[in-house]
């Protein structure tokens, strides 16, 4: 071996050395944190006051323009996932293993409001219609749910899909004044992507969905082009809420995207994002709704339900 390819293999040592005294010692810690959690998840309350000024759904203003806007939202998401049925209707929908309770949020490229749609969406469920709700954040690379709620760093999704024996449950905060439970990013170890894909990964999933079928569960993704995050959550989700910043990310992009998505799981929606409506576009950060046809969704020998816009 020459000098040079000795430093180079000194150096590749060293580098990989590292990496593993790093990644033993976030296995530890997310370990020890996982250890001294209690069972049950602590209740919070959220300054509505501060997220409102921040531009946030605020359940103490039901006829913001937000409000309204989301109202409109909510009412063809629950209409494309059956929710508006009655239970029996809504069984004779279901797969079995599936509860059609699984929303994704995702986007083309980063800061198209992901997280800002995922959180009103939660907070609007919850508070406004008081359906039971589970926000995730799956972002793990770019983790923004607990900053944008002042949440502190807890544990969360990358423990439960790391411990086998960890209960959903027992993870993140519940809010006291509303069906709404949190759960943060968590301490992860390991590169996100091969985070979803394991056998654990399928399993939490699905125990995330069937735990309680009446339960919403809300997951704020990456975007689809940074990395194959979302691709690889699409599959276990039963919506795709696609954000589209208006007037911003180019039209070829967010087809490639899509592209990507439908290809794993075909029930995608448009939610136009920050779009400009009114005399002069003057109104900023509403939101336009388009979905697939619903056509496709009604079971064999059901009455079609009546498509909205
Ligand atoms: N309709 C809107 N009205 C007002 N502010 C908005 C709106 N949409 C997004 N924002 C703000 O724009 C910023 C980026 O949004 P957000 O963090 O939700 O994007 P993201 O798609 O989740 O980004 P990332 O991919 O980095 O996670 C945030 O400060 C958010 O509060
Ligand atoms: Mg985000």
Not at 8 to 24: C, E, H, M, S, Y
Request: proline share 6%.
């Amino acid at each position: 071996m020459s000098v040079v390819e000795k430093a180079g293999a000194n150096v590749l040592k060293t580098t990989f050395a590292k990496k593993d005294k790093k990644k033993k010692k976030d296995k530890n810690r997310s370990a020890e944190i996982v250890e001294t959690r209690p069972s049950e998840p602590e209740t919070i309350d959220l300054d509505f006051a501060e997220l409102a000024r921040h531009g946030f759904y605020n359940p103490n203003d039901r006829s913001s323009q937000l409000a309204l806007e989301m109202r409109a939202v909510k009412r063809r998401l629950l209409r494309r996932i059956g929710y508006l049925r009655s239970s029996g209707e809504r069984q004779a929908f279901r797969t079995p293993g599936k509860q059609r309770n699984t929303i994704l949020v995702t986007s083309t490229r980063a800061g198209e409001g992901k997280t800002f749609t995922a959180i009103n969406l939660a907070l609007s469920l919850a508070l406004e219609d008081q359906i039971e709700t589970l926000l995730i954040d799956a972002d793990l690379a770019r983790p923004k749910i607990r900053t944008r709620l002042s949440l502190p760093e807890a544990p969360g999704l990358c423990d439960l899909l790391t411990h086998r024996d960890l209960d959903a449950a027992s993870l993140g905060w519940r809010l006291n004044s509303g069906p709404l439970a949190i759960m943060p990013e968590g301490a992860c170890a390991e590169r996100p992507t091969d985070l979803f894909a394991t056998e654990i990964a399928q399993e939490k999933w699905t125990e995330l969905s069937t735990a309680n079928p009446q339960r919403l569960v809300i997951i704020d993704a990456p975007p689809v082009l940074a990395a194959t995050d979302a691709v690889m959550l699409a599959k276990y989700a039963d919506e795709i809420v696609f954000v589209v910043e208006a007037n911003s990310t180019p039209e070829a992009a967010v087809a490639a995207a899509v592209d990507e998505l439908i290809d794993i799981n075909p029930n995608v929606s448009l939610m136009l994002n920050r779009c400009q409506i009114g005399a002069g576009g003057a109104h900023y950060g509403s939101y336009e709704y388009y979905g697939r046809s619903e056509a496709a969704e009604t079971p064999a020998g059901k009455d079609k339900p009546s498509s909205e816009g």
